[in-house]
């Protein structure tokens, strides 16, 4: 089972943003805590991270190329924005889960609108980075049961 994780804008200053939102890890360690998780599994994880819009789609059809079975993805800001994101998400037919470290829904009014949700087939948001442990869990458990 191939896993890819995509970050979006800013997620990469991890442990130097509102690090009361965000937590005190930085982004190398949180990726560290996601790849260690899933050490002894028979499961390959991919994380990639931009900033640019057009790259995460970049990224996204090359999922589709490279024959990735889930992905988890955390659009950053571009969740609040993004049809682009939405419709790539679409195209690739690839079950997604979004992931938010904060709880979107608790926060300004702004941030309770995702774009990209309803093109995925969760959403996890609040649980920190435990939240990728999760989405992927549940992709695991959803793709063995063959539910898409
Ligand atoms: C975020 C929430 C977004 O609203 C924000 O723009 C981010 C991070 C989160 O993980 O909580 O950059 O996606």
Known sequence: ????????????????????????????????YIMDKFDD???????????????????LQMAYFEKYDGIVINPGAYTHTSIAL????????IPTVEVHLSNIHQREEFRHK??????????????G????????EGLIV???EKKF
């Open 1 to 32: 089972m191939k896993i890819m994780i995509l970050n979006g804008p800013n997620l990469n200053f991890l442990g130097i943003r509102e690090k009361d939102i965000y937590g005190q890890d930085n982004y190398q360690s949180v990726c560290k």
């Open 41 to 59: 599994r028979d499961i390959e994880i991919n994380i990639f991270q931009s900033n640019i819009e057009g790259e995460m789609i970049n990224i």
């Open 86 to 93: 939405y419709d790539a998400i679409k195209s690739i037919n």
């Open 114 to 127: 995702s774009y990209t949700a309803p093109a995925c087939v969760g959403q996890i948001c609040g649980f």
């Open 129 to 136: 980075k435990e939240g990728y442990i999760l989405a992927i």
């Open 142 to 144: 959803r793709l063995s």
